[in-house]
């Protein structure tokens, strides 16, 4: 059986979630700073907004990104529970993907359009794709779906 590695964090006294780890610089006797915290994937995977982790940032301003509750009581000591959580897992790395998934800047409609008007013109579903800068895939679930709206319209 794997050892799970762990890691010291703060529970937010409020919503009790558990956004920030903490770092060697952390000392409970010591008035809390910005570089004795680290946030956690759960922040930055959501792009939430964090306190800078550097020294500088004193004790008021070492919040919980979820609810903006301070970490410090009264005399800038930590105020949370200190948790043992989970070491957080190294991103996977992703597979390759057959064909690379396109994403269209035109509105959902104007690719439909593009696509109805290449197919009406008898294009091949490759030219279609590039013009409406979407993948076959999507051309091919496209029509797919068409052909079942067309099917249940005639029942």
């Known amino acids: 059986m794997a050892i799970q590695k762990t890691t010291e964090a703060v529970k937010c006294r409020s919503c009790k ?5 903490l770092t060697p610089k952390f000392d409970p006797d010591k008035t809390i700073n910005g570089s004795m915290f680290q946030a956690r994937k759960n ?4 792009s939430w907004w ?9 004790a008021g301003g070492c919040e919980c990104p979820n609810c903006g509750t301070g970490y410090a009581d ?3 000591k930590l105020a949370c529970e200190i948790v043992v959580a989970m070491a957080e897992k190294l991103p ?10 396109k994403r269209s ?3 959902r409609a104007a690719v439909h359009g593009v696509i109805d008007t ?3 013109k008898g294009l091949d579903v ?3 794709a590039d013009m409406a800068g979407v993948s076959v895939a999507s051309i091919e679930r496209y029509i797919a779906a068409q052909a079942d709206t067309t099917q249940e319209g005639e029942s």
Not at 43 to 46: F, K, P, S
Not at 50 to 58: D, H, K, M, N, V
Not at 92 to 101: E, I, L, V
């Open 17 to 21: 979630g558990v956004y920030h780890n």
């Open 43 to 46: 922040v930055t995977e959501r």
């Open 50 to 58: 964090s306190f800078a982790e550097i020294e500088s940032t004193g």
């Open 74 to 76: 009264g005399r800038g």
């Open 92 to 101: 996977r790395k992703k597979k390759p993907a057959s064909q690379p998934r």
């Open 105 to 107: 800047a035109m509105p």
């Open 118 to 120: 290449g197919l009406a």
């Open 126 to 128: 490759e030219k279609i």
